[in-house]
């Protein structure tokens, strides 16, 4: 599957758009980017929740914390695709995966909840 990097981010943004706002509102110092490939030793990792999750955080967390990052891997995405709704539906998964990482949810529960 091909799909410019432009193409690819707006499927991000309506992803990260259809998360309810009441937990948006709750996320804090998070950034979410997209990068073409996903690292050296995980090729075909579709996301990664690099940070501090909030259930983790104490107060003094904050002071001078650089901020959390959700990175979208775009390629590895595009290779398990075989169009452009099956690559908006797997953004969607992978965005609110990712998210519910940010709020503490591991894998074992995102599993149980069938989010995985």
Do not use: K
């Amino acid at each position: 599957m091909e799909m410019t990097r432009a193409d690819f981010e707006r499927l991000v943004s309506q992803a990260l758009d259809e998360i309810p706002p009441a937990l948006t509102r709750e996320m804090r110092n998070v950034v979410v980017l997209v990068e073409d490939d996903a690292p050296v030793d995980e090729p075909d990792l579709l996301g990664l929740y690099e940070g501090t999750p909030l259930t983790e955080r104490d107060d003094w967390w904050a002071a001078g914390s650089l901020p959390d990052r959700i990175l979208i891997f775009r390629r590895p995405t595009l290779e398990i695709c075989e169009d452009e709704q099956q690559v908006a539906e797997e953004v969607r998964v992978t965005v609110r995966h990712e998210v519910a990482h940010h709020f503490g949810i591991d894998d074992a529960r995102l599993h149980d909840l069938g989010w995985s």
